[in-house]
């Protein structure tokens, strides 16, 4: 196969607006998770905004889908962490990442330090993402953030015949 036609998860122009789009099995999670640790290291990014984890949000569907892009977000950082301490790639996942790193003991630093706080990561379900924001600007969107969704309306509907 002609290695042009794949996706360029390095290269990509991420200045804008861009949609990936593409079946099940095709590996959305794992360029995901390197356009993540990309973001991170901030390499081939044309502006000099310095991402970090509280600036980079991540929304899907499922809460597996949570885990997973977590788990492997998890596994690349600490990959890349060990290849630079070692000077050579263990995860061939992560071998386009390992050749941009010029300086790699300020890396491994700052990788210690995403480790350490990956579970402050903004990833979330659509509902999930959308309820933080409620909760989190329920004074802004005057929505009552803090009822209760019932599964059944028994118990409601007695109450209020009882207090009738």
Do not use: W
Request: charged letters at 20%; hydrophobic letters at 45%; aromatic letters at 14%.
């Amino acid at each position: 196969m002609n290695k042009k036609n794949f996706f360029n998860y390095l290269n990509m122009n991420l200045g804008r607006s861009n949609l990936i789009e593409s079946s099940a099995g095709t590996g959305k999670t794992n360029i995901i998770s390197l356009l993540y640790l990309r973001f991170l290291l901030c390499i081939n990014l044309d502006n000099l905004y310095n991402y970090n984890i509280n600036n980079i949000l991540i929304v899907t569907f499922t809460d597996s889908a949570i885990l997973e892009i977590k788990n492997r977000i998890i596994d690349n950082i600490k990959n890349l962490r060990i290849s630079c301490i070692k000077n050579y790639v263990i995860d061939s996942k992560i071998s386009d990442i390992f050749y941009y790193i010029k300086d790699r003991p300020n890396i491994i630093n700052l990788l210690i330090q995403y480790e350490n706080i990956i579970d402050k990561s903004s990833i979330f379900t659509i509902h999930s993402f959308c309820k933080k924001i409620l909760f989190s600007y329920f004074m802004i969107t005057k929505v009552n953030c803090f009822s209760k969704i019932i599964n059944n309306e028994f118990e409601l509907i007695y109450d209020l015949i009882i207090n009738f």
